[in-house]
Each structure stands twice: as C-alpha cells, then as structure tokens.
C-alpha cells in the first residue's frame, strides 16, 4: 500500500490511491526509462481516458520503459498529504515522482489547468519550467496542447496530435541523450527536432502528428480494470477517429482529421481480446460519430448476432439524427433503454448557421423510430449563445421540445443546454461569446416557455466563461491561473468546486479583461495557438465562418468532395 492505512481511512475514495488493478503493470526499474503518466483530474475521470491508456500501454510494452500513473488528489486527500508532507506518488510502486525520468501531462481539458499545479506542487518541483533544473522532463500532450499558450510557462515541452507514434520517438531520443548527456538544454533541442513536439523558446511553430492507419496503431488489449467504478467502466473500441461533418464550433471535428476507420475485423478481434482480459460485460464503440462509421450494417450483425447472444451490453455514443435506420435500432435495441442526440440549435436556420445538417423531419423520425423500437427515454442537447442568434431561436428550442413531448408522450426527454465557446483551430475562432447575464436570460425565457414534464438541466455560464478566456488566452493568461490556483482554484469543472468569485478576482489581480476574451475578433488579429499547424489552413476556416454566418449549409466532404481544407494533403 503506497500510503498509510490511517491517512487512506480518512478520505472519501481510498481505492482510488491504492494502485493493483487487475492488468496493470509493474517493472524493475533499473536501466529503464522511467516515465510518470499525469492525469490533472481525479482516478474516476483519468481512467476512462482512451488516451492515456493508449500511451500507458505502449510505453509498457517496450522492454527498455516502464510507466506507473497518478491523478490528481481530492480536496480532502491532497489536504492530507500536506499535513503530513508526503508527496503524491505514483499508484504501480508507491515511488516520488523526482524518482523518474519523464513526467507527462494528459490535458483534454482546460478546467483542467489549475490541477496541473497541484500536481506539480504535490510532486516537490517548481510550478515553473524556469525554476526546474534537472529531471523529472515534464511534457504534456492532449487535445490542449493544439493551443498550449496559457500554460507554457509549466511546461517543458509539448507533444502535439496523436501520441502513438510520438511517444516513441521521444523516448528513444531521451534513451540517446541520457547515454551521453546531462545537459537538459541539449535535451530540448533534440525532442524540439522530432515533428509534433513543441519546445518553448526553442521551436517556432509545430505540426500536428496524424496516425495514418488505425488497424497498424497499437491499442490496449489488456486494459486496467479500475478498482471503484469509473466514469466509464466497461471495455472500449474506437471504431474511428476524425470527422467531416463540418460542425462550425466543434473543435474536436476539425483537430482530429482526417477521417480513419477500423476494420470490421480488427474491431472484432480487438473486442474479444478485451473482454476475455477484463471480465467485463459491456463494450463501447468510440468515435466522434459512430453512426458514420463505413460499415455500420456489419457493425450492427456483430452486436446483434454475437455480442448480445454473449449477454454483453453494447453502448454506441455520438449516434447522428440523420444517419440512423429503423434496421438499426431493431439491430441494437436490446442494448439499452436510452439514447442521446445533439439538434445542438431549436431552428432550421441557426442549425444552417452552424452546419448541422439535420432538419425537423430527421429529429421527429428519428424520435419516431427509437419509440416504436421500444426506447423509452431520449436525451438532447442544445446549445445558447450560438452566432447570428436571435430570440427566435431561444424560442425555437422550447417549440421543438414540446412539439416532440406532445407527440411522443411516453419517452422521456431529457435536454441539456450548454454555452458556446468559440474553439481554436474552428471557423467559429472569430466569433464572440455572451456573457453570463445574457446566457441566463436565454435559460429563463427556454424555461418559462418549456413543457413541465420535459426534464431541462443546464451549465453554469460562468464556468463556460472561465473555459472561453483559457480556451482563447495567451500566456500573459498563466499568471492569472497560478493566482487562483494559489487562492484555492481546484477541479474547476467540477460544479461543487467551481467558484467564479476565486478567478475573477485573479484576472482582476492580473488585469485580465474579461471582456477583451469574450469579444469579437478579426480576420487580421494574430492567435495565441497560430504557430500551431492542425493540418486545417486559416483561409479556409474563415471561409466557412462567413458561410455560417450567411447561413450557408456544406455537406460532408467525404460525400460532397473536397472542399480543400488542407488536411488530405498534409
């Protein structure tokens, strides 16, 4: 046991810092590089990252590397080990995190950002690579890095795009190094020589690292099965990776293409190796929209003739409105009894604005196939604050909802409204963001005019502003986040610990305008995250920014043709 049994006694999950999960993995360490995998929010949320099991894998299956995990503490754990002054370690052998070669950061997130701190501080080294000499390296890698500016100064170097291959290469350039070398300087400038690694102070600009084909990149086979439940516990496939559907604010459809797909029989082969090693008995299959997955028909066989013959629950995330056959449903409906969907806008026209290819009659039929199909309980969500937004369009949620609740009375409807955050690397990069007194006022009017039996829940707005300013900010923002972190900032995407009153008076302190953040920008203006190249040029971006602001729909590329937004030729 890594920690005291009467420190453990004291917190609320103690299994999540008691490491020996069923498959994970524990070396010699000698001659070995060490590496600390870092996950900036709690055991329950890490572990349900694909990402960082992907990465924990590979290093571990190399002979010459071994990598232990450690999430960010609690409140109630991390005030414990100051107490007592003992540092966080690692969960596989209990050792200090100044023990390893490498500390390296998976940030999806930006609330994320002030448990990078508490990490770093918790492990005994500087919050600041400037005050850092020596080992452990700290790298981070994640869907953050594509726009890392505010927390460069933690950070030594960056690793950019997909991680499988990378890791690799930064590891054998390490292993060469510490053969020859001490020098950390010497080290940066070698990691700052392989594509997809960003160096502050070294590098001027990086590009995306893209796996090219799914079926050759490795993934884990012998997943960790958690010792409490996670967010998501159950075995997972990702199907695909990448998007085309052009949705103008959705980050993650332009950062991950190009689309690449698994075969039908590398997801079978992969699937039945992941549950005989785990036990489990339900399978997720990952994408960022599984419904256009190539091989749908053959995916649905496989549920329906072996999966749930074999008693394993199946469950199909980011299904599309548009692409969904009754055939399918029936193929799947013994699966569960709830799905979700994203209209994301309450009218036809901001739904142009934005591109979301979908109408009316694809919502209403597809409500009416998933409740003739016996699928008692549906949930939506929308999105406030959208560009070209009108009251009409506010109005316009509240209509659809009731209209479906008066048809389909017996399914339950769930929705959830989120605020826009203009996103790097989208067409909506230009756009402005509400404030939280309008994004309120939106919420009352959805409210007042929405159907008693419709269950509405939605975000804080304020945790959507504090999400735009360090999703749009420049480094003069990490003076802001070291601030709040010190005044208590913690978990901030964590409603019970979010505390807007700590980062105001932090961007204040650091004269931060928020306003500035929330604006408007221009085509000229530079970006914090331009010297990163996703594959995605400028010029197209700002096109379709137009186009969505002139209510121009395009279709899919992979459907309609190129449309030349640089990623097949990158």
């Known amino acids: 046991m890594n920690y005291p049994f009467d420190l453990l006694y004291r917190v609320k999950k103690p299994a999540s810092y008691i490491g020996s999960e069923y498959n994970s993995v524990r070396k010699n360490p000698d001659g070995k590089v060490k590496i600390a995998l870092a996950f900036p929010d709690t055991y329950e949320v890490g572990m349900s990252n694909l990402g960082f099991s992907i990465i924990y894998d590979i290093i571990n299956s190399r002979e010459d590397s071994l990598a232990e995990r450690l999430f960010a503490p609690w409140v109630d754990m991390e005030g414990l080990l100051r107490e007592r002054k003992i540092p966080l370690l690692t969960l596989e ?43 452990p390296l700290v790298i981070a890698g994640g869907q953050c890095t594509t726009h890392p500016s505010p927390i460069i100064p933690f950070i030594d170097c960056f690793a950019v795009g997909d991680g499988e291959e990378v890791i690799n290469e930064i590891i054998d350039v390490f292993k060469e190094w510490k053969s020859n070398s001490r020098d950390k300087k010497e080290l940066l400038s070698a990691l700052s020589k392989i594509e997809g690694v960003y160096v502050p102070g070294i590098s001027k600009t990086v590009k995306r690292r893209i796996v090219r084909d799914l079926d050759k990149a490795p993934y884990p086979t012998k997943p960790l099965v958690p ?18 559907r052009g949705c103008r604010f959705c980050e993650a459809g332009f950062l991950y293409r190009p689309v690449r797909e698994r075969s039908l029989e590398t997801i079978k082969k992969l699937s039945t190796e992941i549950l005989t090693s785990t036990g489990y008995e339900e399978i997720g299959f990952l994408s960022l929209s599984a419904s256009d997955y190539s091989n749908l028909e053959g995916l649905a066989r496989y549920i329906k003739e072996s999966l749930i013959p074999s008693h394993i629950s199946v469950s199909i995330p980011s299904l599309r409105i548009d692409t969904i056959s009754g055939e399918f449903y029936e193929a799947i409906g013994e699966i569960k009894r709830g799905l979700t969907f994203a209209p994301e806008a309450g009218t036809q026209r901001l739904r142009d604005v934005i591109n979301k290819n979908i109408t009316e009659e694809d919502i209403f039929k597809t409500i009416d196939i998933v409740s003739k199909e016996g699928w008692n309980a549906v949930k939506l969500y929308f999105m406030i604050g959208l560009p070209t937004e009108r009251e009409e369009d506010i109005l316009g949620i509240a209509e659809l909802l009731n209209d479906i609740k008066r048809r389909y009375r017996k399914v339950d409807l769930n929705v959830s409204i989120s605020l826009f955050v203009p996103k790097p690397h989208t067409p909506f990069q230009w756009a402005g ?44 923002v990490s003076n802001a986040i070291i601030t709040a972190w010190k005044r208590g900032a913690r978990f901030d995407a964590w409603t019970d610990r979010f505390s807007w009153d700590i980062w105001e008076e932090s961007f204040r302190e650091n004269n931060i305008d928020i306003n500035v953040y929330l604006r408007e920008r221009y085509y000229s203006e530079a970006f914090p995250w331009d010297f990163v190249d996703v594959g995605i040029s400028k010029e197209f971006l700002w096109n379709e920014y137009q186009l969505g602001l002139s209510g121009i729909r395009r279709e899919d590329c992979r459907k309609a043709g190129c449309y030349n937004c640089g990623v097949c030729s990158y």
């Open 433 to 476: 963001q509400i404030t939280p007194e309008e994004a309120e006022e939106k919420i009352r009017l959805i409210k007042k005019n929405l159907d008693r039996r419709i269950n509405l829940s939605w975000h804080d707005p304020k945790v959507s502003i504090l999400e735009g300013i360090l999703t749009r900010g420049g480094i003069e």
């Open 93 to 135: 052998s209990g050792r200090s995190v100044k023990e390893f070669d490498i500390l390296a950061f998976s940030i999806p997130y930006e609330l994320n950002y002030s448990n990078i701190l508490t990490i770093l501080d918790l492990c005994g080294l500087s919050i600041l690579s400037s005050e850092r000499e020596g080992l």
């Open 227 to 244: 010792n409490t439940e996670v967010i998501h516990d159950r075995a997972v496939v990702e199907i695909m990776r990448g998007c085309t």
